[in-house]
């Protein structure tokens, strides 16, 4: 009887005890060496509002395949909603009941980050401008011609779709809590 339980013990150990304390320190060694110090952090953020502040309108175009609204194009010039980050949104009553309305952040339009946004094929050619944070996005319709203004749409991926949020950029834009003139920009 005790041979039994020194096998299963021994077959516990090499079976669960030790792949879990091999993963353990790996994961220790690998993740301290990829964690960013506060100063790394700084550096990365500073260069993630650099990337927003130098939208690439005709790059992200070719890989949209189509004109970005001017509503988007004059958001990116002006920086102040851009900028905003983890904001609860304030839409009107009768949508907030429908959905609650989320921006983590909003994506810089070049070919590095467009490339790396939701695969929008399914529900037409568009332009992800914003993201939840979760790995869904906001986005807008491109157009063969140049157009002021666009319906915005969010897509997700769990669960599945393609949902209209705001009839216009201008109105979801609208939603975004007013910025102080004097308040500091990263």
């Not at 952090?41 to 970005?68: S, T, Y």
């Not at 949104?89 to 939701?118: C, G, I, M, S």
Request: glycine share 6%.
């Amino acid at each position: 009887m005790m041979e039994t339980l020194k096998a299963i013990g021994l077959i516990a150990f090499i079976f669960l005890v030790l792949p879990v304390a091999v993963l353990t320190i790996r994961d220790k060694i690998w993740y301290r060496s990829k964690r960013l110090t506060p100063v790394g952090r700084e550096a990365a953020r500073k260069v993630w509002i650099e990337r927003l502040r130098r939208p690439q309108f005709d790059e992200v175009e070719k890989i949209c395949g189509g004109v970005l609204p001017d509503r988007l194009k004059l958001a990116y010039q002006q920086e102040e909603v851009i900028l905003s980050e983890d904001v609860e949104l304030a839409a009107p009553e009768a949508k907030a009941k429908q959905h609650f309305y989320y921006v983590a952040h909003f994506v810089p339009l070049d070919a590095e980050r467009q490339n790396t946004t939701t695969d929008l094929s399914e529900f037409g050619r568009g332009c992800c401008f914003a993201a939840d944070g979760m790995g869904n996005f906001y986005w807008v319709p491109v157009s063969d011609t140049p157009q002021m203004d666009a319906p915005v749409y969010f897509a997700c991926h769990d669960p599945y779709g393609n949902e209209k949020v705001a009839d216009s950029l201008d109105e979801f834009l609208s939603w975004f809590p007013k910025v102080e003139k004097n308040s500091p920009k990263g």
